[in-house]
């Protein structure tokens, strides 16, 4: 069963996230409710699957720093929120959230979101369709120190088995890395769904040079 923390200061829409879960189909169990990103990491927890992550908290400015600290730690990160200008969207997806979602879209597709993420699947919201096509262009997608280094051997040898191997890691491991990497640039509005797309993307956004290939 898919686990999630619920981070949000308004009771009433924990309690909302917690019913459409109950009712998911396969179920999504609630292991945690937090009214502000502080109290998450400073909590005594389990590791969800993934975060629901509000943006705005009573006496605080909106704080973009909690989705990049979170993806950096690993967690799978949908931003659900009130705020949908495109700089906000756009501005939390290159920090490493999974998805964006405005609250007015509903139970049905928060948790077609927390599906996708956990497996690490492209999703697109309504909310996150319009960013794209009215914000910023080429979205640069944040990816950790271990997924740049595994998309540059990769690039440079030629298997997974042979990335697995330079990297003390499975190949299991190395098709998890690179399938997040595809789910972030989709996610981003740049999909690279064959070897040759992600070598032009990484090379357009500065994560590998040609000399280096």
Do not use: N
Not at 43 to 71: C, H, M, N, T
Not at 74 to 79: I, N, Q
Not at 154 to 162: A, D, I, L, P, R
């Amino acid at each position: 069963m898919i686990s999630v923390a619920v981070v949000d200061d308004h009771p009433l829409v924990r309690d909302g996230i917690r019913g459409w879960c109950a009712t998911a189909d396969p179920p999504i169990e609630v292991i945690g409710e937090f009214a502000t990103p502080r109290a998450f990491l400073d909590a005594d927890r389990a590791r969800p699957d993934a975060i629901v992550l509000d943006l705005q908290f009573p006496g605080q400015a909106v704080d973009l720093g909690f989705v990049a600290q979170l993806s950096a730690d690993h967690h799978r990160v949908v931003v659900y929120s009130h705020r949908t200008d495109p700089d906000t969207v756009l501005d939390c997806l290159e920090r490493g959230a999974s998805a964006y979602l405005s609250k007015e879209e509903g139970g049905d597709r928060l948790v077609e979101a927390l599906h996708a993420a956990v497996a690490d699947k492209p999703f697109h919201s309504p909310t996150m369709a319009k960013a794209m096509h009215s914000g910023r262009a080429a979205v640069r997608p944040k990816l950790s120190d271990r997924e740049r280094e595994v998309l540059l051997i990769w690039f440079q040898t030629e298997s997974k088995v042979m990335v697995a191997q330079q990297l003390f890691i499975s190949v299991k491991t190395v098709d998890t890395h690179l399938a997040r990497i595809r789910t972030k640039y989709a996610a981003v509005g740049r999909p690279a769904p064959t070897k040759a797309a992600l070598v032009a993307r990484a090379i357009k956004d500065g994560l590998i040079t040609a000399d280096e290939l």
